[in-house]
């Protein structure tokens, strides 16, 4: 298990208690759920195929209103799904950002936030660049520049890669781990995954099971824990 005594004293940036969701059909997602998550950083969770993992991230974004527990947060989260193009709306890349943007500002800073945000994911001067002309991993670089525009820090990422070839895998893992490091305002992110190899860039991982999350362990024990797994998949 991780340990987080050091920062055991300070408020965790999301605290989800006792959670429980069914669905109108009847059929219950969530049961009882406990997340607390320790510090700004990366965050992983894994689960077989219907164990809640989709639930619990809709819950946080608020889009799906549990019928027991609490979710404490000081953030402002933002979701990310599988599928870019069931989040990007605009043509441009520039317009689509523009949409998202919060409060109000003048064209001259709404450009530049835009310009900054699109900067922060690797594609400064696509401003008018047509979305359908991006490659998939650019597409969901697109998509995660939209919840930095937002200004959002609580980052609820859906299996963000399972569409990706390994290349934009790897570009859009790594950038949200840079997003979540350092010392200067780090996100904190919820990730979901079935790829193992993507626990090794985590701080921590937890495992869902039946609607109900195990406690943090480090991403190589987590894989050391499900590679036994016939087809090598969480
Ligand atoms: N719209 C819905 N209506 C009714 N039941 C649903 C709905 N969406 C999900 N469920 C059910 O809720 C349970 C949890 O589903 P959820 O999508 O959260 O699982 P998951 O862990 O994200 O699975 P996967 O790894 O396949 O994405 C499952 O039994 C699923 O069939
Ligand atoms: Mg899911």
């Known amino acids: 298990m991780l340990q987080d005594a050091p920062t055991a004293c300070l408020r965790s940036p999301l605290d989800v208690v006792d959670l429980t969701f069914d669905w109108p059909t009847g059929q219950p997602a969530l049961r009882h759920c406990n ?98 002309t991006l490659s998939g991993g650019q597409k969901q670089r697109l998509a995660i520049a939209g919840t930095l525009a937002a200004q959002a820090d609580l980052l609820l990422l859906d299996e963000p890669t399972a569409l990706l070839d390994p290349e934009s895998q790897r570009e859009v893992l790594h950038l949200i781990r840079r997003l979540c490091s350092g010392s200067d305002k780090p996100l904190t992110a919820l990730w979901i995954t079935h790829r193992l190899e993507e626990l090794d860039l985590c701080d921590g991982a937890a495992l869902m099971e039946a609607g109900r999350l195990g406690p943090w362990c480090s991403g190589a024990s987590m894989r050391s824990q499900l590679a036994p797994l016939p087809e090598g998949q969480a």
Do not use: Y
């Open 35 to 132: 997340l607390r998550i320790p510090r700004a950083g990366l965050w992983m969770l894994v689960g077989s195929n219907g164990s809640g993992k989709s639930t619990l991230l809709r819950c946080i974004a608020g889009l799906l209103e549990p019928q027991a527990g609490r979710i404490d947060t000081v953030l402002r989260p933002a979701l990310v799904f599988q599928n870019p193009d069931h989040q990007l709306l605009l043509p441009s890349c520039g317009s689509d950002l523009m949409i998202g943007l919060r409060g109000q500002m003048g064209l001259m800073h709404r450009q530049l936030a835009v310009h900054q945000a699109l900067g922060q994911v690797g594609l400064l001067g696509f401003e008018q660049r047509p979305i359908h």
